[in-house]
């Protein structure tokens, strides 16, 4: 049960990158006062019925399991979770049943900071990449909690 409830909290950031991000190019500390990016939030809550559930406080949220099948985040999208590891999943977003977004999940030894390499495509075509740190507002155990982005990294993709 607590691989269970580790491997289902990891799931976070893909639902956030459903719209695609918009960073700026570049290196961002988002505690520092010069920073223009705006902090992501997200919660994840472990639910009876075993699966996990998501919110981003804005009125998104998402049922979900680490079982590799899509689940509906909006009228087109989907999300789809894979664990790899205790520490380490994999997300893929999808619009119309295209792949827009995968996502690479990885929780610190000492579980305060979520580390997550997405890639994906614009909806003008062009590639992103983008890494995001993550550091735990409350929980103390696993990745059930509140995360807050701490630091993007975005990079523009030649074709």
């Given at each position: 049960?607590?691989?269970?409830?580790?491997?289902?909290?990891?799931?976070?950031?893909?639902?956030t990158a459903q719209a695609v991000p918009?960073?700026?190019?570049?290196?961002?500390?988002?505690?520092?006062?010069k920073s223009q990016d705006s902090s992501e939030t997200f919660t994840y809550s472990a639910l009876p019925?075993?699966?996990?559930?998501?919110?981003?406080?804005?009125?998104?949220?998402?049922?979900?399991?680490?079982?590799?099948?899509?689940?509906?985040?909006?009228p087109n999208r989907?999300?789809?979770?894979?664990?790899?590891?205790?520490?380490?999943?994999?997300?893929?977003?999808k619009v119309d049943g295209v792949?827009?977004?995968?996502?690479?999940?990885?929780l610190s030894f000492d579980g305060k900071t979520l580390f997550v390499s997405r890639s994906g495509t614009r909806?003008?075509?062009?590639p992103y990449k983008e890494e995001v740190q993550f550091a735990?507002?409350?929980?103390?155990?696993?990745?059930?909690?509140k995360w807050r982005s701490t630091k993007v990294e975005a990079a523009t993709v030649n074709r």
């Open positions: 049960m607590k691989m269970l409830i580790l491997a289902c909290a990891l799931f976070f950031p893909s639902l918009t960073y700026p190019v570049g290196s961002s500390q988002l505690n520092d006062p019925s075993g699966m996990m559930h998501f919110t981003d406080g804005s009125g998104e949220s998402l049922d979900f399991a680490f079982d590799g099948k899509d689940y509906r985040s909006a989907t999300i789809s979770w894979s664990l790899t590891s205790e520490s380490t999943w994999n997300t893929v977003t792949t827009v977004t995968e996502s690479r999940v990885r909806p003008d075509g062009s735990r507002v409350t929980g103390t155990v696993g990745p059930i909690g």
